[in-house]
């Protein structure tokens, strides 16, 4: 009956995730935030970060000293700490529904960078509505006006500006402005009538995992709807089990919690996956870890071999830690489809091993490391079997890199192929000349080239103008016969360069 359930809703404090680019002040606002506020000062301060807090915002107050406290009830927040652009996007990618609203954090002395871009295009696309928060105003060479510019012509329309996007100038590190951003997200949580069911089943979603050597698989979970009790069971797709301790974020036992806040719970029998939702009761785990398990199994197709429909290709998964791993884990998968289907062979944490090598070797597949070194003796076989590895401590470099490298394994194999040796004339780009040998196939004049450099990126494209063999021109030049060749291209080979036959 829809009019008992609305009768039975209640309003629930929002949940908020930080964007922006690298070192605009994500992690200093948070800690600011953390740090000024009363209740966990009350509470003793928190100890460990489980990856989420609860504060309480008195509108109109002075949070970092509790004084002259309006007479505004405090009111909750609950903020995700740690995930960053990575496991945001992971979790978006599994259709969970994580944040309810954002701060967009946008530096005044750099203004709009690559990935506070990223995080509009995220933001976009999952709807999720966002206050903008134009940090480091303490200092000197910050241009607020600016930054507003470049996010207006972003599409980014600001309350004031045509729009009705909230913004506060602040600085993370002084705290000015702090209390202000905090009012206006208030004020857009109000909007969104943010609400719950204490009566519905438990349902949330999982935020971090990891192991505690002495009380085994900890998962910190947000509650978005009913009651989370203690002795419930609750499963995931991949993992579940009786909720056995449960803590609140300051690390205090608890019997239940309401939705919106941040918890610590053991009782999981495996780990769950980052991002994943939880609900009430036991699932059918059984069945799907047995699903999981098969994924795991070394596939029969593997690249670089011709068979019956689209290729595989195998993917060796390294990260720094388990969330970042999670996080790779679901971003890579997604990017699979029946055109171009992906198979993860391995997924581990730490630095890409001689197993792992040894692995990309026997699978003829690839390494995707996300914060991982490659270890010495790796490197050696790498370098020996050319195996590909794909590594960057930016997810969004990885994926776009892991993206190229699939973009390019679609193409057909180029027609001629040569290696720069030499380039003796680059006055202009459009005629330059460049000597070199043919490593594969054909190389013919008046043809269309993309230009290779390092690891397999086309950084340019260009024309054979003309195609000579020692002294004359030639028609065409066949692979370990060297030539010469004036080339029209955007960009200036260099000596290393591959040029690659297209058509
Ligand atoms: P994140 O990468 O977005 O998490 O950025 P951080 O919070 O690590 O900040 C990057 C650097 O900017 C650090 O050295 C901070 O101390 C500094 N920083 C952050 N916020 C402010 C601010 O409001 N004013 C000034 N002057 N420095 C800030």
């Known amino acids: ?11 629930r404090p929002p949940i908020v995730v930080v964007m ?25 301060g928190i100890t460990q970060s489980i990856g989420a807090y609860e504060i309480i915002h008195y509108p109109g107050g002075d949070p970092s000293t509790g004084s002259g406290r309006p007479s505004a009830e405090g009111r909750k927040i609950t903020f995700i700490d740690t995930p960053g652009h990575e496991a945001f996007s992971a979790m978006r990618s599994r259709g969970a529904h994580v944040a309810d609203l954002a701060i967009l954090v946008v530096a005044a002395d750099e203004g709009l960078k690559t990935q506070t871009k990223e995080a509009i295009d995220i933001l976009r696309k ?43 100038g602040v600085s993370a590190k002084t705290g000015d402005g702090v209390n202000d951003l905090l009012d206006l997200i208030l004020l857009s949580a109000e909007v969104e009538h943010l609400t719950y069911d204490p009566s519905a089943p438990v349902s949330g979603f999982v935020l971090e995992t990891r192991v505690d050597r002495q009380r085994g698989s900890e998962a ?6 009913g009651t989370l009790k203690r002795g419930d069971m609750i499963h995931t797709e991949t993992a579940g089990g009786k909720v056995k301790i449960l803590e609140n974020f300051l690390g205090k036992t608890v019997s239940e919690l309401a939705p919106s806040a941040p918890a610590l719970i053991i009782g999981f029998e495996r780990l769950p996956r980052v991002g994943e939702e939880f609900s009430f009761g036991l699932g059918s785990v059984t069945l799907q870890d047995e699903k999981r398990g098969s994924r795991l199994q070394v596939p029969k197709v593997v690249t670089g071999k011709k068979g019956e429909g689209p290729q595989v290709l195998n993917l060796i998964l390294k990260a720094s830690d388990a969330g970042s791993l999670e996080a790779l884990s679901l971003i890579i998968r997604s990017l699979g489809n029946d055109k171009r289907p992906l198979n993860v062979v391995e997924e581990s944490v730490g630095e890409i091993s001689d197993g792992d090598a040894r692995l990309a070797v026997t699978t003829g597949g690839a390494i995707i490391g996300f914060r991982s ?22 997810i969004y470099d990885l994926v776009k890199a892991v993206e190229d490298f699939l973009h390019e394994l679609e193409k057909p194999p180029a027609a001629g192929e040569l290696e720069v040796l030499a380039v003796f004339n680059q006055a202009k780009p459009d005629k330059q ?20 450099r390092g690891e397999g990126t086309v950084i340019g494209t260009g024309k054979i103008l003309n195609l000579r063999d020692k002294k004359s021109d ?9 030539a010469g060749m004036l080339v029209n291209s955007n960009i200036l080979i260099a000596p290393g360069d591959r040029l690659l036959l297209r058509g």
């Open 20 to 44: 922006g680019h690298v070192d605009h002040g994500k992690t200093t606002l948070l800690d600011y935030i953390r740090k000024a506020n009363v209740a966990a000062k009350e509470a003793g």
């Open 433 to 452: 000349l460049v000597g070199g040998r043919v490593i594969l196939g054909i190389m013919k004049g008046k043809g269309n080239l993309e230009i290779v």
């Open 474 to 482: 030639v028609i065409q030049a066949e692979k370990g016969k060297e």
């Open 1 to 11: 009956m829809p009019e008992k359930s609305a009768q039975n809703l209640k309003e």
């Open 373 to 394: 070194k490659i270890d010495k003796g790796a490197k050696n076989l790498i370098d020996a079997h050319a195996v590909r590895v794909i590594t960057s401590e930016i």
């Open 220 to 225: 910190t979970i947000i509650v978005r709807n």
């Open 126 to 168: 999952s709807e999720t509505p966002f206050v903008v928060a134009i940090n480091k105003i303490d200092k000197t060479n910050g241009d607020v006006e600016k930054a507003k510019n470049e996010l207006t012509a972003a599409g980014v329309l600001l309350e004031g500006y045509g729009g009705q996007i909230s913004w506060h």
